[in-house]
């Protein structure tokens, strides 16, 4: 099996996994929801890295991306903590 | 532009992790099931990263130019008369990059390179008159010129970094192991790819695998090496590289 095809694999079975896990927990909370699924992206990818110079580049700005909205959750939760 | 599969499959992923995540939210009002959604757009996201860095080109052209410039360099040798194994050289011993060196009369195993040697064909690389050879670019020169490698010098170190970039990067083979022995360090790699040995370059510089191998050793050690010797075996390829000096 290809390294990247073992990447998406394992992105897609821990994805799968953490879902099911939750919900049969109950879990209702779509922001922890999301942001496990971050933590995971981050963890796998870094393990399977490095990639090809465009796809690692690519790789990069998604985590930016995903590394934003997961700010924007942690000052949201700040922020109803608070007042 | 031709697309390939894992664009073609990311798109639909992210279509459909879109649709489903948005049904499930505001229709559904499922969060398992909206994050199942997410899911699915992040996959599709890598699938297209994926997709982006793979070749889309005819690999037969690469491969058309790559056999021309390897016939040419055999020509060469074999014009010339020579017979001793490469030098590998990392960037502080020579000009423009790490580049291998082929020496005209055998190669000496306690070859020093005094001072840096100069980016030409024909080179003096040492105290003797004698110490003449040539220097050539390697597939390995530009896999370790294109990849930045910072020096070592544990044998763990350079394991991992050879993994990294042939097992993982390039996917020339599926694992690579390294032992040292006596300033010889073996190195094992499994399911190795480009390790044909068809052109009389490949006598003098090795395989297309073992000129990055060794390149890469070279570049992270910061001392030239020497191919020693190269075996296949079934399901592997064993290459014994020297460090000289």
């Known amino acids: ?83 | 532009m031709k697309v390939n599969a894992y664009i073609t499959i990311g798109f639909c992923m992210i279509i459909f992790g879109s649709l489903f995540g948005t049904v499930s939210y505001f229709v559904l009002s499922s969060t398992p099931l909206t994050s199942l959604g997410v899911s699915a757009i992040i996959i599709g996201c890598v699938l297209i990263a994926i997709g982006i860095g793979s070749p889309i080109g005819p690999p037969d052209i690469s491969n058309l130019m790559f056999e021309s410039s390897l016939e040419n360099i055999s020509a060469l040798i074999e014009e010339m008369g020579l017979k001793s194994n490469a030098i590998y050289l990392p960037s502080s011993m020579v000009e423009k990059g790490p580049l291998a060196l082929i020496p005209l009369k055998n190669t000496p195993l306690d070859a020093k390179i005094t001072s840096k040697i100069p980016r030409r064909f024909i080179v003096k690389y040492g105290r003797g008159t004698e110490d003449l050879g040539i220097l050539i670019a390697t597939p390995g020169s530009i896999v370790a010129r294109n990849n930045e490698i910072a020096t070592t010098s544990t044998i763990s170190d350079i394991e991992g970094l050879l993994n990294s970039i042939i097992a993982n990067k390039m996917e020339l083979a599926d694992k690579i192991y390294v032992e040292e022995s006596d300033n010889t360090l073996i190195i094992e790699a499994l399911k190795p790819k480009f390790c044909e040995h068809q052109l009389l370059a490949n006598k003098t510089l090795g395989s297309i695998l073992t000129t990055i191998i060794a390149s890469i050793i070279a570049e992270a050690s910061g001392k030239p090496i020497m191919l020693h010797n190269e075996e296949k075996r079934r399901g592997k390829m064993i290459v014994k590289l020297k460090f000289l000096g």
Do not use: Q, W
Request: aromatic share 16%.
């Open chain 1, 1 to 83: 099996m290809k390294p990247h095809d073992r990447y998406l694999l394992s992105l897609a079975a821990v994805f799968t996994l953490t879902i099911v896990v939750f919900s049969m927990y109950g879990e209702n909370r779509l922001d922890l929801y999301f942001s496990l699924l971050v933590l995971e992206y981050f963890i796998i990818t870094s393990l399977h890295s490095p990639f090809k110079n465009k796809t690692e580049k690519m790789l990069n700005c998604l985590g930016f991306v995903l590394f934003a909205i997961f700010i924007y959750i942690v000052i949201n939760r700040i922020l109803s903590i608070l007042f």
